[in-house]
């Protein structure tokens, strides 16, 4: 729902594919230049209590913009203090929330819960959109923020009802694990196939990942759709995420690069047919089983740097991971920004289609040919 505002907002404000495309790479630029950073809080420190924190964060952010918005204060330039400071609290969250999966399965599970955690996070994207249409057009998008931050305090009350009695594997290292940042790069780079995967995650997110942002693009410049119409559409690519993720969830082994190989070929050639449909419906359709390739390929990347994180720096390396992503995104959706005002809406997913495969490829076949470190977790191996 507050992606939905944003980019929403700011075609609002500027009617322009290239400060869309500044927008959303100022909302990845924090979680890029902190990932790592907040990869070590999340090796340190209690994760329950940092993660409360966050979504209190993020509900005080939703609820502050919604006012301003109601009254008619919202600038263009304060829409970017806003998404500046939502990047700057997903820099800590997003490590810690990720790492905070194998406390609650351990980490021969990690394929399974990254799977059901898609399935979660992407139920919300299904009918997080349509809510946001539906209530944006009947009341305001002001009042989609004020229930955007009334479900961060939701979460934020679930996260505080959480005990670790609850989990099945909880460690909490605290400040005793004192190593730094630096130290975790170091046993990054010595894993060679670690450190390939993640530099594959970042070319697959320069060219690929900016779905909100190329939807919303191909809903307003290709097929002219108003707020409640580009809701059904980009929930489309939700219901994708649902599915894709529900499979993930069936993995009971550790993740190959050959299940990387395979998702990539599958990712791209659906991202170039998707980009040939002639009206929403068609995409809208084609929207769905890309949904369903890419969570099958993200979750891949993130199951495959989980399975081989070393206990004690799994949150850094989730850091880079992160890092290499949003590193990615913010490059990639300047770029798209360009294009689109350039050559138009569909040019960026048919770049893509090629690039993406063809990089892919290049990276995973010199990690292929190192041995593979699987790091089982002491008791569950």
Same mark, same amino acid.
């Given at each position: ?27 990845? !630029?924090? =979680?890029? *230049?902190?990932? #790592?950073? %907040?990869?070590? /809080? ?6 329950? +209590?940092? &993660? $409360?924190?966050?979504?209190? !964060?993020? =509900?005080? *952010?939703?609820? #502050?913009? %919604?006012?301003? /918005? ?6 263009? +330039?304060? &829409? $970017? ?12 969250? %997003? ?287």
């Amino acid at each position: 729902m507050q992606r939905v505002v944003q980019d929403w907002i700011t075609l609002d404000l500027t009617d322009s594919a290239r400060a869309l495309g500044i927008t959303t790479s100022l909302q990845f !630029l924090p =979680a890029f *230049l902190f990932s #790592l950073y %907040g990869g070590r /809080i999340a090796d340190r420190c209690n994760k329950p +209590k940092i &993660l $409360l924190t966050c979504n209190t !964060l993020y =509900a005080v *952010l939703a609820v #502050l913009s %919604g006012f301003l /918005i109601q009254r008619n204060l919202f600038t263009f +330039k304060l &829409l $970017l203090v806003f998404v500046a400071a939502f990047g700057l609290v997903s820099a800590v969250d %997003g490590p810690v929330r990720m790492s905070y999966i194998t406390d609650l399965l351990g980490n021969d599970k990690v394929s399974k819960g990254v799977g059901l955690n898609s399935v979660n996070i992407n139920l919300g994207r299904l009918v997080g959109p349509l809510l946001a249409g539906v209530i944006g057009s009947q009341f305001g998008i002001y009042a989609v923020q004020y229930l955007v931050g009334i479900f961060f305090g939701i979460t934020a009350l679930v996260v505080w009802f959480l005990r670790p009695s609850d989990y099945k594997n909880y460690i909490d290292f605290g400040f005793a694990n004192d190593s730094s940042i630096k130290e975790g790069v170091k046993h990054l780079r010595q894993n060679r196939q670690v450190m390939l995967v993640t530099t594959y995650v970042f070319v697959l997110a320069f060219f690929a990942m900016h779905f909100p942002t190329t939807i919303m693009l191909m809903a307003r410049f290709e097929y002219q759709l108003e707020i409640q119409e580009f809701t059904f559409v980009y929930s489309s690519i939700a219901l994708g995420f649902v599915f894709g993720g529900a499979v993930l969830s069936t993995r009971r082994r550790f993740t190959e690069l050959t299940d990387i190989r395979n998702t990539t070929l599958g990712f791209s050639i659906l991202l170039f047919v998707g980009s040939l449909a002639s009206n929403a419906i068609i995409f809208s359709v084609f929207l769905i089983l890309i949904g369903i390739a890419s969570t099958m390929l993200i979750g891949s990347l993130n199951s495959f740097i989980q399975e081989r994180s070393p206990e004690e720096f799994r949150g850094r390396f989730l850091g880079a991971y992160l890092a290499a992503f949003t590193c990615g995104t913010t490059l990639g959706v300047i770029l798209v920004g360009i294009e689109v005002d350039l050559f138009g809406a569909r040019f960026p997913l048919r770049i893509a289609a090629l690039a993406v495969p063809v990089f892919g490829f290049l990276l995973l076949r010199f990690g292929s040919r190192g041995q593979i470190n699987k790091v089982i977790h002491p008791g569950l191996g």
